[in-house]
């Protein structure tokens, strides 16, 4: 039995995730990590190995903003405890599907596509 073709919502949906992944500053290591651990943001800027996992060092709250937008987008949730949802986020599998064409590294976006993830993650209705 062969799996149904994407629609052109799910296709967009990946497209703007994959658009995402490439300005944010955050690494395949990151995301690789965030499929096994939970982790917060205020652990990620805490880390001694954050060049390992972003392309500049983020300060939490900085860090927060950009885990919330990926919430937003579908590649990453928040983490659920006994007590409800955490600060903690993983990797979703929207997130695993997103990542999946990018072996090494994430490549960084063109001046262009900054441009317009920035208008469209700020002012959406654009």
């Not at 149904?4 to 990946?14: C, F, G, I, K």
């Not at 983020?58 to 955490?86: F, P, S």
């Not at 063109?110 to 002012?123: A, K, M, Y």
């Amino acid at each position: 039995m062969t799996s149904p073709a994407p629609s052109q919502q799910d296709q967009r949906a990946l497209a703007r995730a994959r658009r995402a992944l490439r300005c944010l500053p955050f690494r395949l290591a990151l995301y690789q990590e965030l499929g096994h651990t939970a982790l917060s943001s205020t652990q990620l800027a805490a880390r001694s190995d954050w060049p390992r996992l972003s392309r500049r060092r983020l300060q939490a709250q900085r860090t927060e903003d950009h885990l919330i937008w990926l919430i937003h987008l579908g590649v990453l949730r928040r983490e659920v405890d006994g007590q409800g949802l955490t600060e903690r986020v993983r990797l979703t599998p929207l997130g695993r599907e997103v990542l999946s064409p990018w072996s090494h590294e994430i490549p960084a976006a063109s001046p262009l596509t900054r441009l317009r993830h920035g208008l469209q993650r700020h002012w959406p209705r654009l």
